[in-house]
């Protein structure tokens, strides 16, 4: 569903992403590991549109995406949590989600299956996003990224700075869109007890470029970290 060639991004003159290349099939779920500043947020960036990339291709179910504009990449079908967030703090839960579909309002039917998603957030539509913990902020994020029903979800993070208890029932969630089969996720995450219990294939990446990738049966957390580790 979405094939990356050979991507180099950069911002100015210093190049984050070299000779990247990534997949994502149908209904997977593809965890980005690596540590800080290697370019993984940049990646979902150029995969959103927010950076054009220099050189390489993007490819979305057989349209190239490469020069399209974010707003038309969300109209395709690709939905985007990014890091830290980014709730309106002053709009209500309810207007946060408005903002995140991709027609003037929501649908009846999107609404309530994010709504039945988080069930917490259905409490809460009237509160101020700014008002809301870090990991309430967090399901508020990846509900505003799935209203417009994307067919793939781009997740920056989701676990960090997050309450274990809100971990759990974020995991949930996911493992939820995953058993539904509609909906492709790709996920940058640090956590890697996390990643390796929801992937179906995962990357870790160093310095711009991918240095080891593979299916879940391949993710041992000790190889893994040892790319991690400073
Ligand atoms: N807007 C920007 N302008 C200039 N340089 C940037 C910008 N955003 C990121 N960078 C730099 O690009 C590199 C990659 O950043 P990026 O945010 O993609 O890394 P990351 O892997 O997501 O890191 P983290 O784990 O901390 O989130 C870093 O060296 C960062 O300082
Ligand atoms: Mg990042």
């Known amino acids: 569903m979405l094939a990356i060639n050979g991507v180099e991004a950069a911002y ?23 540590r800080n500043g290697v370019g993984k947020t940049t990646l979902l960036k150029v995969i959103m549109g927010l950076l054009v990339p220099r050189r390489g291709t993007l490819v979305f179910d057989g349209t190239d995406i490469t020069r399209l504009p ?27 989600l408005v903002v995140g579909a991709r027609r003037k309002r929501p649908t009846p039917e999107s609404m309530d299956y994010v709504l039945s998603l988080f069930p917490a957030l259905s409490r809460m539509l009237g509160k101020r996003g700014g008002d809301l913990s870090g990991g309430q902020q967090q399901q508020l994020a990846i509900a505003r990224a ?44 640090q956590y890697l007890e996390f990643a ?17 990738e593979g299916d879940r049966n391949a993710f041992h957390v000790d190889r893994v970290s040892a790319f991690l580790s400073v």
Not at 14 to 19: D, G, H, Q
Not at 70 to 95: D, K, N
Not at 162 to 182: C, F, M, N, T, Y
């Open 70 to 96: 974010p707003y038309e990449r969300a109209r395709l079908g690709i939905g985007y949590a990014p890091q830290g967030r980014e709730i309106f703090p002053s709009l209500t839960v309810l207007q946060n």
């Open 146 to 189: 799935l209203i417009s029903d994307p067919t793939l979800l781009l997740l920056d993070e989701p676990t960090e700075g997050i309450q274990p208890s809100i971990v759990h029932e974020i995991a949930a969630v996911l493992e939820r869109i995953k058993r539904e089969g509609r909906r492709s996720i790709l996920l940058v995450e």
């Open 12 to 34: 100015a003159e210093s190049t984050v992403l070299n000779e990247l290349d990534l997949s994502v099939a149908d209904g997977q779920v593809v965890c980005v590991m690596g």
């Open 196 to 212: 390796r219990s929801i992937c179906d294939r995962f990357y870790v990446m160093e310095k711009g470029g991918v240095v080891l």
